[in-house]
């Protein structure tokens, strides 16, 4: 039986993730920003602005006194975020850092000293697909999630020797609630996004099921679904083909704009 604390545990992946783990038996502890959530059935839950290190070392006390420790952090919590890069200010880029980055950042911090002092552990990092592939029009958020992949790939060496493992999440689209979420003053970026996670032919408890799984046989990176898969290996092994795709998409997007979107 694991100890696990996911993160942006309200609703969506981290919702079916943390239903997943109480499932099988496991102790978990949501956290959210809510001041209150409902949450699987022996689990505890509790309030976490994971861009906030207070609010970080009091969720570590928390798990200390209500599980007796944590053996799986799950970083979660994120923004949907996107738009051209003459579209979106600094202030867009700056809240998506900071909690699509940081959040994971602060996280790792605040269980690493309790990992090292245990020699063991595991950190799951859900990054995205758009942490491996980087299509036009979403370069505040890939670069977010680019740098939550790279975080995670440096972590998995520099902490191995106190047997704690890194994973780091990268799906595609998936249905979610994530969508309502998105933060753009793009209209058209907003749109293309919400329109990709609607018509997703997995859900959050499809991909969640997969991610335990993999998590389970310690992979790295962990592709949840055939698109992740396919885009990824494209980009990897047929280098022209993957830059005609996104050619052909920023041309799409430079289309519009010339026709007044």
């Avoid at 740098?147 to 902490?159: D, F, G, I, P, T």
């Avoid at 990897?236 to 289309?255: E, I, N, V, W």
């Amino acid at each position: 039986m694991s100890r696990v604390l996911v993160t942006g545990g309200a609703s969506g992946l981290g919702a079916a993730l943390a239903n997943r783990y109480a499932a099988r038996g496991d102790q978990v502890l949501v956290t959210d920003l809510a001041e209150s959530a409902d949450v699987p059935a022996g689990a505890f839950y509790r309030q976490l602005n994971v861009t906030s290190t207070s609010d970080w070392a009091g969720a570590v006390e928390h798990a200390k006194a209500q599980l007796g420790g944590i053996d799986i952090l799950i970083n979660n919590a994120g923004v949907a975020s996107g738009g051209r890069i003459d579209r979106t200010d600094e202030a867009h880029w700056r809240r998506t850092f900071e909690v699509n980055v940081f959040g994971a950042v602060n996280g790792c911090q605040a269980v690493t000293p309790l990992f090292k002092q245990q020699r063991g552990g595991h950190i799951i990092n859900v990054a995205s697909l758009a942490g491996l592939v980087h299509p036009p029009s979403m370069s505040s958020y890939t670069a977010g999630k680019a740098a939550v992949v790279a975080l995670s790939e440096s972590l998995r060496y520099e902490l191995a020797g106190w047997n704690i493992d890194v994973s780091v999440v990268c799906p595609s689209f998936f249905r979610s609630n994530l969508a309502a979420s998105i933060v753009s003053k793009d209209e058209l970026a907003g749109q293309i996004a919400t329109k990709l996670i609607n018509r997703a032919p997995l859900g959050a408890e499809d991909i969640a099921a997969r991610v335990v799984k993999a998590a389970d046989a310690r992979k790295f990176v962990i592709l949840p679904d055939r698109q992740a898969r396919i885009a990824y290996l494209t980009k990897r092994f047929a280098r022209p083909l993957y830059d005609r795709q996104m050619t052909s998409m920023g041309a799409k997007l430079h289309r519009a704009e010339e026709s007044g979107q």
